[in-house]
């Protein structure tokens, strides 16, 4: 096998036909299971994604085996808000619940408790909402087309069913962090204009996708930036 790259810890080989994600020791099992299980459901239901095929322990060391998208490229801005759109129109109930993945962060977060009454009381505007599929780490760098022209959908990690409009703000937090204002905006208008939604309400939970994401970043640059959504849900 041949190492292709590394992300946060993690180490990603190439053998042959196959593409295998070997995680950190320290990392989290159930984090390793919940992403291959997310993303073999995501398969099942129809979506493109590459098919899981194992699970491995070697040396205290998760990885999980699955196809190698040959001569792949990044998406462009409509075949990402095409996958969106696919995502926010298919419905899987067995996914972990967004809402879970929500009180999990803020447990650990250390916000105070106006900052986290706060992000509740945005969440539950939205309570109504049907839930989707929402992947939780969607760029363009996630959604990739390979040689056939097929674009497929990566990186699993973070997939539950929940609030598709908090799924966008976090799409909206990732690139405005990295400066890209224009994707950004592009995105969440495109996606809203196509599924019928106010874009004022990506808007609304912007702030919280943004406190939400300063607790997971590990980016102490990024970090810095994510400051003031916390400053403007305390000070509500």
């Not at 808000?81 to 696919?86: E, S």
């Not at 986290?116 to 049907?130: G, T």
């Not at 874009?199 to 994401?213: E, K, Q, T």
């Amino acid at each position: 096998k041949v190492l292709i790259g590394q992300k946060k810890g993690k180490e990603f080989f190439r053998k042959g036909d196959k593409f295998i994600k070997l995680y950190p020791k320290d990392f989290p099992r159930e984090a390793v299971y919940l992403e291959a299980f997310c993303q073999a459901q995501l398969h099942a239901n129809g979506l493109a994604v590459p098919v899981v095929y194992d699970i491995c322990e070697a040396g205290g060391q998760l990885s999980l085996t699955m196809d190698y998208i040959a001569e792949s490229r990044e998406s462009t801005l409509e075949q990402f808000i095409d996958v969106a759109v696919q995502l926010a129109k298919t419905k899987i109930d067995v996914l972990p619940r967004q809402s879970d993945f929500v009180d999990s962060v803020l447990g650990k977060s250390g916000f105070s408790d106006v900052v986290k009454a706060n992000i509740k009381k945005r969440l539950k505007v939205f309570s109504s909402i049907p839930l989707c599929i929402c992947h939780g780490d969607l760029h363009q760098k996630n959604i990739i087309v390979d040689c056939s022209g097929r674009v497929n959908i990566i990186d699993c990690e973070y997939t539950t069913k929940g609030n598709l409009l908090l799924d966008l703000a976090r799409t909206y937090i990732l690139y405005s962090i990295c400066g890209v204002y224009g994707t950004a905006e592009d995105y969440i208008c495109g996606v809203c204009r196509r599924i019928g939604y106010d874009v004022s309400d990506v808007r609304y939970l912007i702030p919280v996708a943004g406190a939400l994401h300063y607790v997971i970043s590990t980016n102490a640059e990024k970090k810095k930036l994510l400051l003031e959504y916390i400053q403007q849900l305390g000070n509500q």
